[in-house]
């Protein structure tokens, strides 16, 4: 089993930063990728970016540039240093650990990110 700790949201002005971060605990593997999802009020749950072990990274199109993962496979955690914060940011962030084999999705318990403008 797999779990997932978040820490670092909180509330911040508009143009500030934040930093999560993500520890992961129990039979990790090196093919898991591990990575931030956001759900905004009266929205869906979207993919934010995510990290392979390989340091392959992907970003959605609306954090390119301002967010930045990073992860330690040594340690089983992920980060996500956010930048350049804006309101439309705001959204509980869930950290997300994807197994491609079997199957399986794991996911944190959300930090609140509020970014006031």
């Known amino acids: 089993q797999v779990q997932l700790v978040e820490s670092g949201g909180g509330l911040v002005q508009a143009g500030g930063s934040l930093r999560l971060s993500c520890a992961a605990s129990?039979?990790?593997?090196?093919?898991?990728?591990m990575g931030w999802y956001r759900r905004a009020p009266g929205k869906q749950r979207e993919l934010v970016a995510s990290?392979?072990?390989?340091?392959?990274?992907n970003y959605a199109d609306s954090v390119k540039g301002r967010f930045t993962i990073s992860r330690d496979n040594a340690k089983n955690t992920v980060y996500l240093q956010m930048d350049s914060l804006q309101p439309e940011d705001t959204a509980v962030y869930y950290c997300?650990?994807?197994?491609?084999?079997?199957?399986?999705?794991?996911w944190g318990q959300g930090t609140q990110v509020t970014v006031s403008s």
């Open positions: 990290c392979a072990s390989s340091g392959k990274t």
């Open positions: 997300n650990l994807r197994r491609f084999t079997p199957y399986k999705d794991y």
């Open positions: 129990g039979s990790i593997f090196s093919s898991d990728v």
